[in-house]
């Protein structure tokens, strides 16, 4: 079973780019039919979906993001990404990893990011 | 974009009695991909069913679910204390965005 583990700085300030890392042991990141993802949930609020990248490289972003959001994949390393510019306070949230594969989702333990100067 | 509309956003109830979630989508969730999650405050949110009404490993049997097209609901038969959560529904069909539900809070009465 896939097990995710989410790192990065968890203090960003105005303006910079908020760039996270999503370890993944359990299995490989080049293994066939995974949808590598990433969602946020603000504080006492709800989930949101902010993108995935699939085994093949495809990406699809959330279209109230995609003008800011990257994700990628780091093969070598067994990770992916995710890359969030000119960030505000409104992208204070905890950062969650996923993985999805036939339908089943597993969930990374989330990272709280804080954006303040 | 599929909206999902869960209802009710609070449901008061005691250990022992039955839940049922809703979950509505403004139009067809393909292939029946839809999800229900459950978070409890200050942890991640747990994967319960996929596809419907498939239950993710490790689920108790007393939660299922259920639904087709627009409409899906999650039942727990009998709950237990530590049932008492937050429910989301999640569609993940072939047309991205996927979407969450706002989420049903399921409290103690």
């Known amino acids: 079973q896939v097990q995710l583990q989410e790192s990065g700085p968890g203090l960003v300030k105005p303006s910079q780019t908020l760039s996270l890392t999503c370890s993944v042991s359990g299995g490989s990141i080049s293994s066939g039919g995974y949808y590598w993802s990433w969602i946020r949930q603000h504080p006492g609020k709800g989930l949101e979906w902010i993108g995935y990248i699939y085994h093949s490289g495809t990406t699809y972003y959330n279209p109230s993001l995609q003008r800011r959001v990257t994700i990628s994949v780091q093969t070598s390393r067994n990770q992916f990404s995710l890359k969030l510019s000119s960030v505000t306070a409104a992208d204070t949230a905890v950062y969650y990893c996923?993985?999805?594969?036939?339908?089943?989702?597993?969930w990374g333990l989330g990272i709280l990011v804080t954006v303040s100067s | 974009e599929i909206v999902l509309t869960q209802s009710p956003g609070t449901l008061s109830l005691s250990p022992g009695e039955r839940a049922t979630l809703s979950c509505r989508a403004s139009?067809?969730?393909?292939?029946?991909?839809l999800a229900w999650h459950q978070q409890k405050p200050g942890q991640a949110p747990r994967l319960l069913i996929y596809?419907?009404?498939s239950r993710a490993t490790g689920v108790p049997d007393r939660f299922s679910g259920s639904g087709s097209g627009t409409d899906f609901t999650l039942t727990i038969s009998r709950l237990e204390p530590e049932d008492f959560a937050v429910y989301y529904c999640q569609q993940y069909g072939s047309s991205p965005p996927w979407t969450f539900g706002q989420g049903t809070k399921l409290q103690i009465k």
């Open positions: 996923s993985a999805l594969r036939f339908g089943v989702l597993f």
């Open positions: 596809a419907a009404s």
């Open positions: 139009q067809s969730v393909s292939s029946n991909y």
